[in-house]
């Protein structure tokens, strides 16, 4: 293991039974509270970026947000939110996708992203994939092109890596931690 992900991984905490019975929350926010572990964070996602060729970034509502701006701003590239459906003004895109318990649809400005930009997509956790698969469809219909999905941490026993695969079209999924 190495030194940024034993810090990464001491500055999340398990809350069990949350947000119901059976299910291990990771909880993020202890890393968010220490500068040291935020920063590391900040700046290993911003290097995945740099390196990917990303001109922008999208943060999904809304840890992604948390994650995304300041990725963004230690990149020197634009951000953009993906929220859900009805809290962006103006002219949106929208991409509907389905969860384990029902369905959601998020939402990006139509003229935040143009064909000239490569887009990385930042979140805080992969599980089942369905909310990244629909932002790499929202990116493709804006007529920008995918850059990659980079993720604090990745829970491979739900199967979002192989759920976005075929989504990614060769684009690169990083996490910097596995679980």
Known sequence: MTDIEELLLSRIRDVADYPEPGVMFKDITPLLADPAAFTALTDALAEISVRNGATKIVGLEARGFILGAPVAVRAGLGFVPVRKAGKLPGATLSQAYDLEYGSAEIEVHAEDLAASDRVMVVDDVLAT??????????????????????????????????????SLAGAPLEALLKV
Do not use: H, K, Q
């Open 129 to 166: 994939g369905g909310t990244a698969e629909a932002s790499l469809e929202l990116i493709r219909r804006a007529g920008a092109e995918v850059a990659g999905v980079a993720v604090l941490m990745e829970l491979g026993f739900l199967g979002g890596r192989g759920r976005l695969a075929a």
